[in-house]
């Protein structure tokens, strides 16, 4: 399986950015694909943006325009560039990865890490 922790979240104005990074290890060759969810209080968790192993991306109408997913293979690395932050944006966010080994799927998060967007 694939362990994942996630950095970057914290405090920021509308209209300021954030980049959140998720450090991967484990069984990385296994990934067919990761992405970035969040949760707002008394919401249900949403997918933010998604990329495969491929590099096939997928954003949320939300974040559409806004939000860049990316990764650096050499680092096991995905990250989540945030501009143009809105109050609408504050929830954990929390990274994903989808793997497989044989004929079993496996689904791992990491902690999440907070961001809040606030005057």
């Known amino acids: 399986q694939v362990q994942l922790v996630e950095s970057g979240g914290g405090l920021v104005q509308p209209g300021g950015s954030l980049r959140l990074s998720c450090a991967a290890s484990?069984?990385?060759?296994?990934?067919?694909?990761m992405g970035w969810y969040r949760q707002a209080p008394g919401e249900e968790r949403e997918l933010v943006a998604q990329?495969?192993?491929?590099?096939?991306?997928t954003y949320a109408d939300s974040a559409k325009g806004r939000f860049t997913i990316s990764r650096d293979n050499a680092k096991n690395t995905l990250y989540l560039q945030m501009n143009s932050l809105k109050p609408e944006d504050t929830a954990v966010y929390y990274c994903?990865?989808?793997?497989?080994?044989?004929?079993?799927?496996?689904?791992?998060w990491g902690q999440g890490t907070q961001v809040t967007v606030s005057s």
């Open positions: 994903q990865a989808t793997s497989a080994s044989g004929s079993r799927v496996y689904v791992n």
């Open positions: 484990g069984s990385i060759f296994s990934i067919l694909y």
């Open positions: 990329i495969t192993s491929t590099g096939t991306i």
